[in-house]
């Protein structure tokens, strides 16, 4: 992932853009920052305010624009270079040539902030610099002579950006808001923070003041890896469209399990979405499998994305029960992805599975644990919100998607999902636990809820051997008179 390769295009009048060098970050200001504008990126140290400074820098170059990054600390050039090294947007042979690193302490020191001004503004013209950093900037308060020589600095500073369409980032350690006369006067205010979730450190990102632009409102997370910088907006805040797919009653894809689809009047009704909640083993990722094999007996392609078991596991797995994933592996109709579930973020977890969606013409999905998506979450509150969002983004995209959620209890009465409020969001809920019946437990399958469809309200055992997959009644149910659907096969 990297920042646009060119400027925003924008209709007359209206300011242009320049790209942040993150493309989600660029998604949450509405298309990238004002060109000429001034920005404070304010965080702790080691938010990650260098890292984006440079990506800036570095984005600009791509497009062949001149970039100057100012340091006013006494980190080295050569030690932030040794840094910027092993990152996948650096590149060493614009350093010198688009990209001009400078010290600014000695002339601060010196000459003070008017010094400083000559310095940026003979540079900037000079090299005809369109992405500025001034890294340091906290230490304009500590050499500033008064609030107003600041306020002066600053209004020339904002001068030359209108003037030689000069974008500049100003990073500062203040994470406060106070009103402090650099945060009036500038354009816009980013500020990036570092929270434990548990053990479990969680970047966070919000504007706090975008002028003259819409913006994505908020905390968003980010994560700090090879590639730089990668914001991930929260998908609730991204997605809000009512997906044009509906689901439609008269179209099934079956489960692949011929006792269960009867249960279902003929299958799942196309574009919605089922929970299938249950206890450990109760057999939730051999059903949601059983759903993606018969979609690929029938040439639909289907997608698996999971956190506990290797797709060698699944393979396995499935054929102890007659199923043989691996031919349609092999062509390409079926795909497991597979993720540890450990130190993840939903809204990145998100944004990959949608770049898999969008790539390929998938017509099943399974989500093997839902889990991942809302344990990590700074706010477990927004957990429905999420999925509400993601579930519209997959039927969007013409997707049948089942999704599994666990059950704290192993076996027994207790029936409550350990995510309040989720099984809401999902047109369907089918349930699997494990009972003591007649001296042995047993796994029990039963469809709690069906969205604009009939369902078998009754408790069935469902039976999992190496002769495949079935259910059984457990209560005498009365006869039902079969009911005609265009079932898919």
């Not at 003070?112 to 308060?141: N, Y």
């Not at 506990?308 to 396995?316: F, H, K, Q």
């Not at 919100?385 to 999704?403: D, E, I, K, P, W």
Request: include cysteine; charge should be positive; proline fraction near 4%.
């Amino acid at each position: 992932m990297g920042g646009s390769k060119e400027k925003q295009e924008t209709p007359q009048n209206e300011i242009p853009r320049i790209s942040s060098g993150t493309s989600y970050l660029d998604q949450i200001l509405a298309g990238g920052w004002l060109c000429g504008g001034i920005y404070i990126v304010a965080g702790p140290p080691g938010a990650g305010k260098t890292m984006l400074g440079n990506q800036f820098c570095f984005s600009a170059a791509d497009r062949g624009e001149a970039a100057l990054y100012v340091t006013l600390l006494t980190e080295t050039h050569s030690r932030m270079m040794l840094h910027l090294r092993s990152l996948a947007f650096f590149r060493s042979e614009y350093v010198g040539t688009r990209i001009y690193y400078l010290s600014g302490s000695v002339t601060l020191k010196d000459s003070g902030l008017s010094g400083l001004m000559e310095l940026l503004t003979r540079t900037v013209r000079e090299k005809r610099i369109k992405a500025l950093v001034l890294d340091g900037f906290t230490l304009l308060h500590t050499y500033a002579k008064s609030p107003l020589e600041l306020r002066e600095f600053l209004q020339g500073l904002s001068v030359l950006c209108e003037l030689t369409g000069c974008t500049t980032l100003l990073l500062s350690t203040e994470v406060n808001k106070a009103m402090d006369v650099e945060y009036a006067m500038v354009d816009g205010i980013l500020a990036l923070s570092a929270e434990l979730l548990g053990l479990k450190a969680i970047r966070g990102l919000e504007v706090i003041k975008f002028r003259g632009s819409n913006n994505i409102p908020g905390k968003h997370t980010f994560l700090i890896d090879e590639r730089g910088v990668n914001v991930y907006p929260r998908w609730e805040a991204v997605f809000r469209a009512t997906p044009k797919a509906v689901p439609d009653s008269s179209v099934r894809l079956r489960l692949g399990i011929p006792s269960v689809d009867a249960m279902c009047q003929g299958g799942l009704i196309t574009h919605s979405s089922t929970l299938l909640l249950g206890s450990p083993g109760a057999g939730k990722t051999i059903l949601g499998l059983s759903f993606l094999a018969e979609g690929a007996a029938r040439g639909e392609r289907g997608l698996y994305f999971g956190f506990a078991e290797s797709a060698e596991t699944l393979i396995r797995k499935m054929k102890s029960v007659g199923l043989d994933l691996a031919p349609h592996v092999e062509r390409g109709l079926l795909r497991l992805e597979v993720r540890a579930p450990v130190e993840t973020l939903p809204d990145a977890m998100v944004q990959e599975l949608m770049e898999h969606v969008s790539r390929h013409e998938y017509k099943r999905l399974f989500i093997d644990g839902l889990e991942p998506f809302s344990k990590e979450s700074i706010d477990p509150e927004r957990t429905p919100r999420f999925m509400s969002a993601l579930l519209n983004a997959l039927r969007a995209h013409h997707l049948t998607t089942l999704v599994t959620e666990q059950l704290h209890t192993l076996f027994g009465p207790d029936l409550r999902s350990p995510i309040q409020g989720a099984e809401a969001t999902f047109d369907n809920v089918i349930l699997l636990r494990l009972v003591e019946l007649d001296g042995r437990l047993r796994r029990l399958l039963s469809i709690l809820k069906m969205r604009d469809s009939d369902n078998d309200p009754f408790l069935r055992e469902f039976v999992i051997s190496d002769h495949g997959l079935q259910v059984r009644e457990l209560h005498k149910s009365p006869k039902r008179r079969p009911r005609k659907s265009r079932g898919r096969g």
